[in-house]
């Protein structure tokens, strides 16, 4: 129960004109602030939707701001055409779900020996991959594309197969052996982000499953994994979605394989041929707008998940 001095004080604040009118001067503020930065976010959004089915002629209409008027899908269909889009589609939808899974497995067990085990130099070697995050990836670009376009593990390749190296060039193994060996794109991260998680479960839950006779591994994936699905999914839409989005790496790896991204940077000379400079950039906005739409439509699943994940990750506050 409150005391008379905390409901003396309660019904002050509450009939006090002047804290009436902090309280309603803080909600207008958050309220415009919060619209302001929604629509900053969702304004491009917005735009690429309206212009993805405008005509030709809306362009120049200057009573067309928002919704068309003359509505059409030549635009969507010319881009599609552009980026030959479902085929570049199942490529990227391969390499992201599969660097994904792979990240997902490797940045966990990582996360969890640095969390949990204890070793010599466990700190020196945690701070190294934190630093990881902040390597510009230009620094490695040339020795990364050497070890991939001859490769030989060790001297192994030309041990049993009789040749100097292996072209991975053009192959999606770069990224699952990147991936499979913690190189791959924002690993640092991800093994943060698990630490963080495995660092907030009691050591009594995994001390009680030592006495049952578990050992490291059974423990992990008995008692961690379905305790930090929260992370699971942080990671897993983290992943994905910046694995989708890149062009770099596989600007770096991919010279006959198209993937959307790369692609979407080539529409320009694909519509090299339309003169109208401003028609060109409407149907270059509808790429973008097609690159983002199926990452769009994953996070109206995903979106509450993701929100539990990075609050209990410590990637807020």
Same mark, same amino acid.
Not at 51 to 71: C, G
Not at 132 to 143: A, H, K, S
Not at 248 to 259: A, E, P, W
């Given at each position: 129960m409150k005391s008379p001095a905390a409901y003396a004080e309660l019904l002050s604040t509450k009939f006090n004109p002047l804290e009436k009118i902090k309280q309603w001067l803080w909600i207008i503020v958050r309220t415009v602030l919060v619209v302001g930065f929604c629509f900053i976010i969702l304004f491009?959004?917005?735009? #690429?939707?309206?212009?993805?089915? #405008?005509?030709?002629?809306?362009? @120049?209409?200057?009573?067309?701001?928002?919704?068309? #008027?003359?509505?059409?899908?030549?635009?969507?269909?010319?881009?599609?055409?552009?980026?030959? @889009?479902?085929?570049?589609?199942?490529?990227?939808?391969?390499?992201?779900?599969?660097t994904t899974l792979i990240q997902l497995a490797t940045c966990a067990l990582a996360a969890y020996a640095f969390a949990r085990l204890k070793f010599k130099g466990s700190g020196l070697l945690f701070g190294l991959v934190v630093?990881?995050?902040?390597?510009?990836?230009?620094?490695?670009?040339?020795?990364?594309y050497l070890t991939y376009r @001859?490769?030989?593990?060790?001297?192994?390749?030309?041990?049993?197969?009789? #040749?100097?190296?292996?072209?991975?060039?053009?192959?999606?193994?770069?990224?699952?052996?990147?991936?499979?060996?913690?190189?791959?794109?924002?690993?640092g991260l991800y093994i943060f982000i698990f630490r963080q998680f495995f660092r907030g479960i009691p050591k009594e839950i995994e001390e009680a499953a030592l006495v049952d006779g578990a050992g490291i591994f059974k423990t992990f994936y008995r008692i961690m994994l379905p305790n930090a699905l929260p992370a699971i999914v942080t990671v897993l839409l983290?992943?994905?979605?910046?694995?989708?989005?890149?062009?770099? @790496?596989?600007?770096?790896?991919?010279?006959?394989?198209?993937?959307?991204s790369t692609q979407l940077m080539d529409m320009g000379s694909v519509l090299g041929r339309e003169p109208d400079l401003v028609y060109q950039s409407m149907l270059l906005n509808t790429g973008v707008l097609l690159l983002t739409a199926p990452l769009i439509i994953m996070y109206f699943f995903v979106q509450r998940y993701f929100v539990e994940g990075v609050e209990r990750t410590g990637l807020v506050g």
């Open positions: 491009p959004l917005f735009l #690429r939707l309206s212009v993805a089915f #405008r005509s030709k002629v809306d362009i @120049y209409d200057p009573t067309v701001l928002w919704i068309p #008027r003359n509505f059409t899908l030549d635009n969507i269909k010319i881009a599609m055409e552009a980026t030959n @889009y479902f085929s570049t589609l199942l490529n990227t939808f391969l390499i992201s779900s599969g630093f990881t995050i902040v390597v510009p990836p230009q620094t490695i670009m040339i020795p990364l @001859y490769f030989d593990l060790f001297g192994l390749v030309g041990l049993f197969s009789g #040749r100097e190296s292996l072209n991975l060039i053009d192959t999606f193994w770069p990224f699952l052996i990147s991936s499979a060996t913690g190189m791959g794109l924002k690993n983290f992943s994905f979605v910046w694995q989708w989005n890149d062009s770099y @790496y596989v600007s770096l790896f991919f010279s006959k394989v198209k993937v959307l």
